[in-house]
């Protein structure tokens, strides 16, 4: 079983930064994909960006190229999201999830159905 515990949610303005946080449980955490997605209320659940943890390769969204940085600190079995320039759009419930890469490969995707393993989900509210 793969466990994953989320913080740095918030409220913040407009252009304003936030770091999120997702530790994952131990013997789970090597050659895996973990990723951070997001869904607004009556919006489809969109991933924002993916890192591969063995080799540390990301992969994002369009909407935040430029604004969102995700890393890794694999001593602590963790995964950030540094974001940026933070827009009202950008205002979701941001989950962390992992998996195995698709097709056994070494890369990540943006599919959510991609991922089994999620976690509770941290609200980011961005204000004008």
């Known amino acids: 079983q793969v466990q994953l515990v989320e913080s740095g949610g918030g409220s913040v303005q407009a252009g304003g930064s936030l770091r999120l946080s997702c530790a994952a449980s131990r013997y789970s955490y090597n050659r895996m994909c973990m990723g951070w997605f997001r869904q607004a209320p009556g919006k489809e659940r969109e991933g924002v960006a993916t890192i591969y943890t063995g080799g540390g390769r990301t992969y994002y969204a369009d909407s935040v190229k430029g604004r969102f940085t995700i890393s890794q600190d694999n001593a602590k079995n963790t995964v950030y999201l540094q974001m940026n320039s933070l827009k009202p759009e950008d205002t979701a419930m941001y989950y962390c999830?992992?998996?195995?890469?698709?097709?056994?490969?070494?890369?990540?995707?943006?599919?959510?159905?991609?991922?089994?393993?999620w976690g509770q989900g941290t609200q980011v509210t961005v204000s004008s």
């Open positions: 999830a992992a998996d195995r890469p698709p097709y056994g490969g070494t890369w990540c995707s943006l599919r959510s159905a991609d991922f089994g393993y």
